[in-house]
Nanobody, 119 residues
Framework: QVQLVESGGGLVQAGGSLRLSCAAS????????MGWFRQAPGKRREFVAR????????LYTASVKGRFTISRDNAKNTVYLQMNSLKPEDTAVYYC????????????WGQGTQVTVSS
């Protein structure tokens, strides 16, 4: 069983930056692909970014490409989401998740951290 705890959310002005962290415990972190998702009020949860465990390859949704960077530190069992040039439409609760099988479901989820971008 993997436990995930996000941190680093907050209130920032448009154009600013935040770095989210997700600390994992209870499992073989380095063998999971890790992802970030977000859910804005009244909207469905959407995929933001993913990083594979085997080669650290990354994937981003189009709306954040070039502004957000996902990375991982296996020694610290932590995945990060560096968010630059933030926009009001990035406002959401951000969740990290762990995926045991490539192409399969994300099996474990954190509790989420709020990111609010003011205009």
């Amino acid at each position: 069983q993997v436990q995930l705890v996000e941190s680093g959310g907050g209130l920032v002005q448009a154009g600013g930056s935040l770095r989210l962290s997700c600390a994992a415990s209870g499992g073989s972190f380095r063998r999971y692909a890790m992802g970030w998702f977000r859910q804005a009020p009244g909207k469905r949860r959407e995929f933001v970014a993913r990083i594979n465990w085997s080669d650290d390859s990354t994937l981003y949704t189009a709306s954040v490409k070039g502004r957000f960077t996902i990375s991982r530190d296996n020694a610290k069992n932590t995945v990060y989401l560096q968010m630059n040039s933030l926009k009001p439409e990035d406002t959401a609760v951000y969740y990290c998740a762990a995926q045991a099988v490539v192409g399969g479901p994300f099996d474990y989820w954190g509790q989420g951290t709020q990111v609010t971008v003011s205009s």
